[in-house]
């Protein structure tokens, strides 16, 4: 914990007083130290210190990524033939090129299957770990149980004023907190870090302001504020959330680190390059520089992966430079010597049909799909369970979004047993059933 | 198998034996009953608990109904699941049931229950007189009590509290032991496992509950402040109605003294943001603030309830409640579903006829907008659940699945409900998602039946207490020629919803708008009118609903009722002897104003409004007719997200997304550096430095400046260019305005700095 030193012997005043740019953070060093403590604590009982977490939303096909069936007739193995990876006897699509050469560090997972074969219900179970309540139509956008994210950034925290969940480029269907509350929100930054003039919003100031206004304008501010404070906690005045608020805002705005975790310009050229200048390797780039600032769950949502239509030729387009983007990520951890800490999961709603229809696309299917596991303790050069002949089914070793969801609390320190108690007062289970899995538990 | 059945026989032959030595022993006993003796045991110890084997799916194989509410089914699972493996006859000790319980074989729950304990002898002695599941002449539990339901506890007090069971051959037990306790604030009053109530150190109140079996009784816990207060203290206080009356009694029980009154600035602020949903503008405020009357708070309580805006900001409020999703229900339906809800409170429509125009709805979703809830809720059960909780306050959602752990409603009671819902039938598509249906028209055409989803039972339509009318339906249409004016199922549904003797009818809507008003309901959570979470004055909730329904259930009358009080005006600073009271209305309870309300001023305030989506240009967010409608700034603030089931929760919270976004959004900064907007104007005004001053302290405050503020506003906004004004700070303004006046440039920028430093405090987002 850098910035318990960094302010050991300071008061909090005393941090104030060194201005705008030169502040750490300074408050809540009570809570901080607690978690802290926590923290360590159940450091000593986790593999993994964080999650990057690849959504490809829309369903990714199983087949033309990681489970290619090329025994299969024509019209479910489709036009991508398989390529041998790095292990031997395994085989990926043939796009998935840099991937394969790192597939002794990936643990593919063929055998999750659940129900929910739209998008909606789809993305809550494997979000959440929890089926949908009611019946949830494909626009839909639910939740019913708080995310993965949002019990991440409860249970572990961020140092520095730093969000602890952060969902890139936009909020996840059912990345919310549900009844843990707004706190527990993933913080979006919506903007492309591969623009020039990238900066995140409402962290960054509005352009046209620079630190000496800003500074200006929070003397006037705490000048002006009147407004009487009823410091008994008895009172419960929400004034006094204000206050904690507002210094938490402003200790982000002015965390060193912080920002400096937002400066994807301090990368050099090379790493820029090798993460693809395209706005998801850039995203990629900078979920690592969150995780090497001390956030625990970033959240890639990358849209556009419903191929009724035309599969062929989307992935054609898309996969390669996706698929190099993630494999530099894993690379770039390892180099970084972070991947050991460091999962990095990539995964759909669910996988999709294995006749390709008269669009030439492929429609949704829960019963199969493939989930890439790297990192945080996990054994590389692993395929776990495996789909049959056609790649209808999962039929080895079947696994259940709840067991995936277990994986990464597991990994993370956190008991997916653990009850949870919903605001009527009903006892919930984190996850129902409470079983990671347990190949790619180290 | 051989060995599995060899171990059966062997088993049965033992039973024999067993049978023959026990019988003496067990006759010696009393008889143990599986409902009235293990049940209990089952329950207080946790196993049938909601974390355990009690929830659905059970916990490793063994699954028992929550907290023994299904005798039967719990009978089948100890005794005939599993092969019948959990209990032993041949040697009650070893069963399964008692190993597990006791911990002797390892159990995921440890040990609930302590080898010769009296737990355990009574499981023993159960399994031993052959666990039967039932003994002969069995009585039946009818009711608990207790031996305090009302108790005033002095700081760290302790109480012990008894409970009784009360069977129906008039016999009685003590149950103190079994039963189960619970506070609904530990850190007022805590309550052990044997009912010992112990009160905490900081005055308060709360209600413990006491459970046996799926029987509940409450004892309402006071602990008033320690020092007596004089009742003349209470009989000097003003009282301009009979909320005042009651809120004083209420104080007087617990030596509560309540805040001063607030001044007119206050005030004003207060009803505007309570009644029309943003804060006054500056004329609006100095025009109010200037006037010479002795009834102005009144008049402008009336006035402002006239408004259109009041309409929008209480349809909004309902809108939360009732809101569709359009990705579910589809746009037009959604569209329609708003227009209708607005058009009830321009209108000003009663309550009761309002709410029975949604249950009884019939025809096309495109037409009449109250028809929407049936398209968008599809089944009995979806529709119980949302009628009961809005417009009941009972929350139900428990019964659906069984008996609700804290209240007297079954399963049985739930579908009773459901059945009135088992005729209402469509014609068309309402909902095919991804894309939006077509037309659906809402009929009551069908032949549907309810059932008991255990019992399979199927259920005739009946009220959750008191008596409804018979519908047609139920009589067969022969009779309809007779009957004066024949009512459907969903109609007379309405009827005993929307009638006057239906008191959780209007004590949930006035709850509702109280809490909307004073900060915090009379109960909480505002629709969950349990008997074990009570409200904190229900002399005072009763007498609001009574008046309500006096008054035809006029919406307008409620709040001009509450806001006519003295209490609505008392003010949020506490004094001695009310800081700890959050719960009694002995001073104004602070809160964050609504996403919509703070926009709104927000808009108000720059002279810049926002433009939203599928909107008018110039539309007010409180007007917007989806929350699909994109807006960063209500998303951050809480607005209620349609895709969160419940959907109506809104977030009142302060979140740091929420500090970082009045701080730096580029929309709000766009709005307030705009060319054409009012700090923009403000800087070209040639008005007095004191007045511009005024303008913006009565703009985002409501209220003028003080002297000390005034002055140290003036020296930021007309002091000399270039100075930082660090220097100067209130009250000691030593080197005030300078010489040069700043240019028109600089002085803008400063205007600016000035608004957004305003914007920043919690005195303009916090309801004083």
């Excluded at chain 1, 923290?39 to 977490?53: F, H, V």
């Excluded at chain 1, 063929?110 to 979000?127: D, E, F, L, P, V």
């Excluded at chain 2, 006035?510 to 959570?525: F, H, Q, S, T, Y």
């Amino acid at each position: 914990m850098a910035i318990l030193k960094n302010c050991d012997g300071t008061t909090r005043r005393d941090c104030l007083k060194l201005g705008l740019g030169g502040l750490v953070a300074g408050g809540f060093l009570g809570s901080l130290e607690a978690r802290a403590i926590a923290n360590e604590q159940r450091a000593k009982n986790r593999e993994a210190d964080a999650c990057i977490l690849i959504w490809l939303d829309g369903g990714p096909t199983h087949y033309e990524t990681f489970d290619p069936k090329p025994l299969a007739p024509v019209e479910i193995r489709g036009q991508f033939e398989a390529i041998q990876t790095k292990v031997s006897g395994v085989h990926y699509s043939k796009h998935m090129k840099k991937m394969a050469a790192i597939a002794d560090k990936l643990a593919v997972v063929r055998s999750i299957r659940h129900n929910q074969g739209n998008h909606g219900a789809g993305n809550h179970y494997m979000m959440t770990g929890a089926p949908p309540r009611i019946p949830v139509g494909c626009g839909a956008f639910v939740s019913f149980h708080p995310s993965l994210g949002s019990v991440v950034a409860k249970e572990l925290g961020a140092p520095n004023g730093l969000p602890p969940y952060f969902s890139m480029p936009r909020m996840s269907r059912s990345g919310g907190p549900n009844f843990l509350g707004a706190k527990y929100a993933p913080f979006v930054v919506s903007d492309d870090p591969n623009r020039k003039s990238f900066r995140v919003r409402d962290v960054a100031l509005p352009s046209g302001l620079d630190g000496g206004d800003f500074s200006v304008r929070k003397d006037i501010r705490s000048s002006i504020d009147k407004m009487l404070r009823m410091n008994d906690e008895v009172a419960g005045d929400p004034a006094m959330a204000f206050d904690e608020f507002y210094d938490q805002g402003f200790e982000l705005i002015s965390s060193k680190e912080a920002q400096a975790a937002f400066d994807i310009g301090k990368e050099d050229g090379a790493t820029r390059t090798a993460f693809g200048r395209n706005p998801f390797g850039q995203r990629a780039l900078l979920a690592r520089r969150l995780v090497q600032a001390g956030v625990p769950f970033v959240t890639l949502y990358e849209g556009g992966w419903d191929h009724h239509v035309g599969i062929f030729d989307a992935l054609d387009k898309r996969l390669p430079s996706f698929e190099s983007s993630i494999a530099a990520l894993i690379n770039d951890l390892e180099v970084n010597g972070m991947l050991e800490r460091t999962m990095v999961v990539v995964l759909g709603e669910f996988g999709r049909t294995p006749t390709i229809n008269a669009r030439g696309g492929r429609d949704h299917w829960s019963n199969a799909m493939s989930v890439v596991f790297a990192g945080g303790g996990t054994s590389g050069g692993q395929v776990i369970g495996a789909t049959d002949k056609q790649g209808y089914s999962a039929v080895e070793n079947v696994l259940s979004p709840e067991n995936f969801v277990s994986t990464i609390y597991k990994k993370l320190g956190i008991d997916p047993g653990k009850l949870l108690r919903s605001p009527d007062g009903r006892p919930i289970h984190l996850v129902s059933d409470a079983n990671p899995i347990k190949e790619l538990m180290a | 198998m051989m060995r599995r059945a060899f171990c059966k026989i062997f088993a049965m032959v033992v039973l024999l034996i067993a049978g023959l030595i026990f019988t003496d022993d067990a006759r010696s006993n009393e008889p143990v009953s599986f409902q009235l003796d293990v049940q209990p045991i089952l329950t207080s110890t946790g196993c049938n608990s909601g974390g355990c084997h009690g929830k659905q799916r059970g916990q490793n194989g063994f699954q028992l109904s929550l907290l023994g509410f299904d005798s039967d089914y719990d009978f089948a699972a100890i005794t005939k699941e599993s092969r019948g493996r959990r209990i032993f006859p041949a040697s009650p000790e070893k069963s399964l049931l008692i190993q597990k319980a006791t911990g002797a074989l390892p159990h995921g729950g440890g040990q609930r229950i302590a080898p010769n304990s009296d737990e355990y002898r009574v499981l023993v002695e159960w399994i031993q007189q052959g666990n039967s599941r039932a003994i002969s002449n069995e009585k039946k539990l009818v009711r608990v009590s207790l031996n305090h339901t009302d108790r005033l506890l002095a700081a760290n007090e302790s109480s012990q509290l008894q409970v009784t069971a009360h069977y129906d051959d008039g016999s009685t037990r003590d149950v103190t032991k079994q039963a189960t306790y619970q506070s609904n604030d530990a850190a007022i009053v805590s309550v052990d496992e044997a009912g010992k109530i112990l009160a905490g150190s900081i005055p308060g109140e709360t209600a413990i509950m006491a459970r046996y079996m799926y029987n509940i009784e409450v004892c309402h816990v006071a602990i008033p402040l320690a020092e007596k207060v004089e009742a003349s203290v209470y009989k000097q206080l003003p009282r301009k109605n009979f909320i005042d009356e009651l809120v004083w009694n209420k104080l007087s029980r617990l030596n509560i003294i309540p805040s001063e009154s607030i001044d007119d600035a206050k005030f004003m602020r207060r009803v505007y943001t309570d009644i029309i949903g943003r804060i006054p503008t500056a004329d609006e405020a100095r025009e109010f603030l200037g006037l010479q009357k002795d009834n102005k708070r009144e008049k402008l309580v009336d006035q402002l309830l006239e408004m259109p805006e009041y309409a929008e900001f209480a349809a909004n409020k309902w809108a939360d409640l009732l809101r569709t999703n359009p990705y579910r229900v589809g746009i037009k339906t959604t569209l329609n579903y708003d227009r209708w809800i607005r058009q009830q409170f321009r209108q000003n429509v009663p309550y009761d006829k309002f709410v029975k125009s949604i249950v009884a709805a019939k025809g096309s979703t495109f037409r009449n907008g109250a028809a929407t809830m049936f398209r968008d809720r599809r089944s009995p059960d979806e529709l119980t659940t949302i009628v009961t909780q809005l417009f009941l306050g009972i929350r139900l959602e428990c019964a659906k699945c069984h008996h609700h752990p804290f209240e007297k409603w079954s399963q049985e009671d739930f579908y009773s409900f459901a059945a009135y819902f088992k005729n209402v039938s469509r014609k068309g598509t309402g909902l095919s998602p991804p894309i939006s249906g077509s037309e659906e028209i809402i009929l009551e055409m069908g032949n549907g039946s309810v059932k008991h989803p255990a019992t399979g039972k199927v259920l005739s339509p009946n009220p959750l207490f008191g008596t409804a009318q018979v519908a047609v339906e139920q009589t067969g249409y022969d009779v309809l020629q007779s009957s004066e004016s024949p009512k459907t199922l969903r109609e007379v549904l309405a009827d005993w919803i929307a009638s006057e003797e239906n008191e959780y009818f209007a004590r949930v809507q006035v709850n509702r708008v109280w809490a909307d008003l004073m900060g915090r309901g009379i109960v909480e959570p505002v629709d969950d009118l349990r008997a074990t979470n009570p409200p904190s004055n229900s002399e005072l909730l009763n007498a609001l609903a009574k008046d309500f329904s006096n008054h035809g259930f006029d919406q307008k009358h409620l709040i001009r009722t509450i806001c006519n009080s003295y209490v609505y005006g008392l003010s949020s600073k506490a004094n001695d002897k009310n800081i700890s009271d959050r719960i009694n209305y002995s001073r104004h309870f602070r809160h964050r104003m609504r996403a919509e309300t703070l926009l709104d001023s927000l808009s108000q305030i720059t002279g810049v409004k926002p433009s939203f989506d599928a909107t008018p240009s110039g539309t007010r967010a409180s007007e917007i007719w989806t929350h699909r409608t994109g807006s960063l700034f209500l998303d951050t603030f809480g607005r209620p997200n349609p895709n969160e089931d419940p959907p109506c929760i809104r977030s009142s919270d302060f979140t740091v997304t929420q500090s970082l976004h009045l701080m730096n959004a580029r929309d709000f900064h766009s709005q307030l550096i705009n060319e054409n907007g009012n700090a923009a104007k403000l800087a070209k005004s040639d008005k007095p430095s004191g007045e511009i001053v005024n303008e913006i302290y009565l703009m985002i405050y409501s209220r003028l400046p003080s002297a000390d503020e005034s002055k140290f506003a003036t020296a930021i906004v007309f002091g000399k260019d270039g100075k930082t004004n660090q220097q100067i700070a209130v009250g000691k303004t030593s080197q005030p305005a300078a010489k040069a006046k700043p240019s028109e440039k600089g002085r803008r920028k400063r205007i600016e700095d000035l608004m957004w430093a305003m914007i920043n405090t919690p005195e303009f987002s916090i309801q004083d």
